[in-house]
């Protein structure tokens, strides 16, 4: 009888190293004040990760930087996170706005932040968050909100394989650095209006379902959207591309808006295909109208 049981637990061990062990969003805090990195694989996170309950935090009245006149609470996280292949059931509340009490809670990462083919559940809050180290975000399914409008970045950015089905929010945000989406999916609306992009930015072969809006986008590097998909409005109304884009092979399925739109050398429109409305008024490549450019390098 031993011998079967201890086949049996041989047989089963194979099988535990892919169970998913579960713990309590608030041991991850409790590290977090110990000042300990935080470093877990295979894991299901239940409960809201709330960093208003990390003790190193400063008060601030009136903070020109967020235009709000509640008291905002800034609180330092201090040493790294990663997470690989891990389930959080709860919110991730790196940003809070406490209507009641006129108060703005917003955490600031000021150590290395890794999420590697995780899946969040629910909402990911971090408007207004800091980055200053390495921001890395890899094959991630956002199931809720993906918030990370005015989100600062300062180090190089990677969202690539991820999976967004509801609104990806990064309107304002700033990326200083080499950013990368490549072969990610917007199922949601994508909005990036009026984020500064200061290096390279990659859209490679995504693929956009809700509305894409990159109006009054600052870009000041190449930009990437080669193989990408736009199934909904895609709006790049003022936006300007000082030094080069590619739309190679890009599918606009429905209105392309690139209204005022300013495009600079290089620009590839290789296989670009409008199959929807579009509107070009006041479009201009290197100074010359954009349809007339179109037509002349067909």
């Known amino acids: 009888m031993k011998n079967i049981f201890l086949t049996f637990a041989l047989l089963l061990f194979p099988f535990l190293g892919f169970m998913q062990v579960s713990i309590n969003a608030n041991e991850i805090i409790d590290k977090l004040n110990k000042g300990e990195a935080v470093h877990y694989e295979n894991v299901t996170i239940s409960g809201d990760i709330d960093f208003r309950f990390i003790n190193d935090k400063e008060k601030y009245t009136n903070i020109e930087v967020v235009f709000s006149d509640n008291d ?134 995504c693929e956009f379902t809700g509305l894409a809006d990159f109006k009054y986008t600052e870009f000041r590097d190449y930009v990437d959207f080669s193989g990408a998909k736009f199934k909904s409005d895609a709006s790049f109304k003022y936006t300007e591309f000082p030094d080069g884009v590619s739309f190679e092979n890009v599918l606009f399925d429905d209105f392309a808006d690139f209204k005022y739109a300013k495009l600079h050398d290089p620009v590839n429109m290789k296989n670009v295909a409008f199959d929807g409305e579009t509107s070009f008024k006041y479009t201009e490549i290197e100074g010359k109208e954009f349809v007339s450019y179109l037509l002349n390098n067909k």
């Open 72 to 205: 905002t609470y800034k609180y330092h996280v201090n040493a790294p996170l990663k997470f690989s292949n891990c389930i959080f059931s709860g919110k991730f509340i790196a940003y809070f706005n406490d209507d009641e009490k006129d108060e703005l809670h917003i955490a600031m990462f000021h150590q290395d932040v890794v999420f590697n083919k995780c899946t969040f559940k629910s909402d990911f809050l971090a408007k207004y968050s800091e980055f200053d180290k390495l921001a890395s975000f890899p094959g991630n399914k956002f199931e809720e909100l993906a918030l990370f409008k005015y989100a600062e970045f300062e180090s190089e950015i990677d969202f690539t394989n991820s999976v967004f089905e509801e609104e990806a929010n990064f309107k304002y945000a700033k990326f200083p650095m080499n950013t990368k989406f490549n072969n990610s999916k917007f199922m949601g609306d994508a909005n990036f209006k009026y984020s500064k992009v200061r290096d390279k930015i990659e859209f490679k072969d």
